[in-house]
């Protein structure tokens, strides 16, 4: 399946993607996670990303669109993915589109995970993201075992530096200006579902699934 998640930072896409990516056997592709990875090796395209992440904005759709296009050549994407992350705008959402369509496929739903300001701001002023493997914990509501050290890989932890009052408002803001053209684009097609998030994960996802089997019959999770 291919699954394109929506919401504001915070909302929970990346918990998600990780979990359903597993569950269905496909691979998550999160944009801000191969950008931060780009950061953190220097390379051509982290350090012309990195200011526009460190103020909360978005990076040029150019230079994400052709990163994004180089990871959908994959072989792993054959049978799906979760996309968290792409589209941030309508703009993106007719680039996905017409990539897609190059290859005679489509996006199967979109979900928007849908979270309050509060929850918002609790579960990313504590969140912490592995060097390493990306996975994210959060100091109080999911810590690692080890102090600063990742469960999966026991690479080292941190927080995000775009994690700050500051930028969080920032891109709340970026993610407003943008999000009712991008809903509208998804309901035009008929594909847009909606789910609360500030519930625990484990009940957002079972919300998520239900809707995946509505509109693939035939999934098996
Ligand atoms: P995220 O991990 O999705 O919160 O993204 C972190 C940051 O990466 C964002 O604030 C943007 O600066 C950048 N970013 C991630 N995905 C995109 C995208 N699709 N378009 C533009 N910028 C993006």
């Known amino acids: 399946m291919r699954i394109v998640l929506l919401g504001p ?13 597993k569950k269905l056997n496909v691979p998550h ?12 090796n220097s390379t051509d395209l982290g350090n012309k ?6 103020m909360g904005s978005l990076v040029p ?36 589109d017409n990539i897609l369509k190059s290859r005679n496929i489509d996006i199967d739903m979109s979900v928007y995970l849908d979270a309050s300001e509060a ?9 912490l993201v592995c060097k390493s493997c990306g996975a994210n914990f959060h100091v109080k509501n999911m810590p690692p075992k080890v102090s600063m050290v990742c469960d999966n890989c026991s690479s080292s932890l941190y927080q995000r530096p775009d994690d700050n009052a500051t930028t969080i408002k920032r891109r709340l803001q ?11 684009y998804y309901e035009g097609q008929c594909k847009l579902y909606r789910v609360s998030s500030d ?5 957002v996802l079972e919300k998520i699934i239900e809707i995946a089997q509505k509109v693939d019959g035939s999934l098996k999770v």
């Open 119 to 127: 929850v918002i701001i609790q579960r990313l002023s504590g969140r």
């Open 49 to 54: 990303a990195k200011r526009y992440m460190n």
């Open 174 to 184: 970026v993610y407003q200006d943008e999000v009712a053209s991008l809903m509208k």
């Open 61 to 96: 759709d150019t230079l994400v669109t052709e990163m994004l296009e180089k990871r959908l050549e994959f072989p792993d994407t054959k049978c799906g993915f979760i996309l968290d992350g792409y589209p941030r705008n309508q703009s993106q959402a007719k680039t996905l």
């Open 29 to 40: 592709i999160s944009t801000g996670e191969i950008l931060r990875q780009n950061v953190l």
């Open 9 to 21: 930072p915070g909302a929970g896409k990346g918990t998600q993607a990780k979990i359903l990516a």
């Open 199 to 203: 519930e625990e994960p484990e009940i």
